[in-house]
Structure formats: C-alpha cells, structure tokens
C-alpha cells in the first residue's frame, strides 16, 4: 500500500522548500531524538487512554531530563530562544495531556502542576508583549514580498483562523490593514491555556491593534457560517491541524473570500507529527486543492501555501 507521502501530489516538494522552511523545521525538530520517539508514543497512548499511574514516573523523569538538555543547549547557543520556547511548549503540552487522564491519581496530578508552574513559567520570549510562543516572525519579510501590496487600501476585510496570543494578528493588522475601515476578525477559541485570551487582549492592546480587530471567540467550525459568503480579502488559517478540521476551514473559508482574494494555509509541512493521529494540515490541504484545480492561482507552497482565488475581481 502506498504511504501518506506516496500518495501526495507534487505541491509538497521538498525542492520548493525555503530558506524560511529550512528555519522552522529546525525549530520545530529541536527536540532530542530519544525524547520525541518517548513523546509520539505518549502521544498516542494518552490519546487511546491507554494510560495509568505506573507510566506517570518515567515520562516526570524525561521531561525533566530533556527541559534540562534544552536549557543547557540554548544556553550554549545550540538552539534559539525560539526553540527553546517551542521545545518547552511540547513538553508542557504533554505533561498537560497527563494531568486530564482519569487513571492518574489526584496526589500525581497536583505534584506535575506544580512541576509546570515551577519549570514553565508561561513567559518565555523576551520579545515586547506577553508572548508565549512565535509562529510567526519567520514569514513577516516573506509576506510583505507577498502581500505587502495590500497595505493603505481602504475597506479590507480580513479572517484570522487561530490567533494564539495575537502576534500574527497585530502583524497583519500593522502592515497590511493599514487602510482605512479595513478589519480583522480574529476566530480563536482561547482553550490554549487559562491567560490566553489576557494575553492575546493585552497583546493587540498594547500594538494598538484593538480598533481594527474584531475577536470572535469559539472554534471556527462554529463560528464561520455566520459570516457573509465572498465578502473576505485575505483568509490566514492557522487553527486546529487535525487532517478533517483543516478541510474543513478550507472549505468554508473559501466560500468567504470574494474573486482575487487570498487564502493562507499554515503548517502545510508540519513534520512533528505527520500524518500521525489525524493531525498534519499537509494532506488536508492537497486534497482541497486537488479538487479546486482550475479555480486558483497558486502564489507559493512550502511551509506555507497561498491561492488567489480566480474569477473577477472587485
Ligand atoms: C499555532 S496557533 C496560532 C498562532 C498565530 N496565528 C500566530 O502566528 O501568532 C493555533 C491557534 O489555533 C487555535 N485553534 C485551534 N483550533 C481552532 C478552531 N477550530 N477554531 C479556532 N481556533 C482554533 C488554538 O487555540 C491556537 O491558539
């Protein structure tokens, strides 16, 4: 049987990968081998359940293990602060993922809270703004090659799917809404974790951001339907990865922008997990567009996939 990867059209050639791809990928692969060969099977295991008290020790003692090499490799300058945010994310995420299963006992679950609240303190860049992670500072030169044309026309409508803390948001609202009446509606459903949507509040706040944002709280499977069909100018979807929620954004995004307007996929080559537990927007984004075919222009693909939708345009 042909693999997930046999089975992908050309789009995701690795040829037409960036230099800003390369960066992310490293990134994204800062943890060790040992620990993220630990961490898909955790993974999987706490997703099936599969999961008790006895498995609780030797997953304490390897986080601790590998937040230790992390601190130690950023320290020596082998990784970046960005790295070392995203790798301390992955490890919080897991422990999280620990805490909310029924088999592990309530003493086990207050000692590994106070491990995180210890050892993962939620601020972690010492960008302005009160930022957790960045996903996005390693697309702004390539989207104001892009997109940067937008930037002064009056009456842009823009969506945000995933605004996280609000750095793409502020980003897109400073340089490309710059126009008068233009928007962005931020589709978020802040369940990240308990400061989130503080944080993504101070954040668009202290950018000045706030006028030209409209925060639409909820998954967009819930909230899309109520906005009005090939009315949006630019889309950025950079919500949940799981394979059937991305086709679903792609399909209702895309009944909202109107012709010559843009969509924005991210994550398109997430290697983290791949095609692993049904999240990698990767297949999901091929399959949308092997069935537009004809009705787009591609603008680029790599880390990132962008489309003019065809037809007139206003
Ligand atoms: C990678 S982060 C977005 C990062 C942000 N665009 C940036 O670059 O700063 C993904 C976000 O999507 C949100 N999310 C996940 N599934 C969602 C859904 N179905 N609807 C709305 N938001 C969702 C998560 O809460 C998370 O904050």
Redo the contacts with the bound molecule.
């Keep these: 049987m042909a693999t997930a990867d046999e089975r992908r059209p050309p789009l995701r050639d690795s040829a037409k990968s960036s230099s800003r791809a390369g960066q992310i990928r490293q990134r994204v692969a800062v943890l060790s081998d040992s620990f993220r060969a630990l961490y898909l099977e955790w993974f999987a295991r706490l997703g099936a359940q599969d999961f008790d008290e006895g498995d609780v020790a030797a997953i304490l003692d390897a986080a601790v293990a590998e937040l230790a090499g992390l601190q130690a490799r950023y320290r020596g300058g082998g990784i970046t602060e960005a790295g070392l945010a995203y790798g301390r994310e992955q490890i919080r995420d897991l422990l999280e993922r620990v805490i909310r299963q029924h088999a592990v006992a309530a003493t086990t679950k207050r000692q590994i809270r106070h491990l995180i609240t210890d050892s993962f303190q939620r601020r972690l860049l010492s960008s302005p703004g009160r930022y957790t992670q960045d ?2 500072s390693y697309h702004e030169a390539h989207w104001s090659r892009h997109f940067g044309h937008l930037a002064g026309r009056s009456g842009l409508q823009a969506i ?10 502020c980003w897109i609202v400073q340089h490309l809404l710059t126009g008068e009446n233009s928007r962005l509606i931020c ?6 974790y308990e400061d ?1 949507e503080w944080n993504f509040d101070h954040n668009i706040r202290v950018a000045g951001c706030t006028d030209k944002i409209v925060k639409l709280r ?4 819930q909230v899309l339907p109520f906005l009005a069909g090939e009315s949006f100018d630019f889309v ?1 979807v ?3 990865h799981l394979v059937l ?1 991305v086709l679903q ?1 792609a399909a209702m995004c895309w009944r909202l922008i109107r012709p010559g307007g843009t969509l924005v996929f ?1 994550d398109y080559e997430h290697p983290l997990f791949p095609d692993s537990f049904g999240m990698s927007p990767g297949p999901a984004i091929d399959a949308f567009l092997s069935m537009l075919s004809g009705s787009y222009e591609l603008m680029f693909a790599d880390w990132q996939v962008a489309l003019r939708k065809g037809g007139r345009a206003d």
Excluded: H, K, N, T
């Design positions: 996903w996005f945000e799917i995933g605004s996280f803390e609000g750095r793409s948001a589709v978020e459903s802040f369940e990240q989130q909820g998954r967009s499977q950025y950079d919500g949940s929620d954004d991210d």
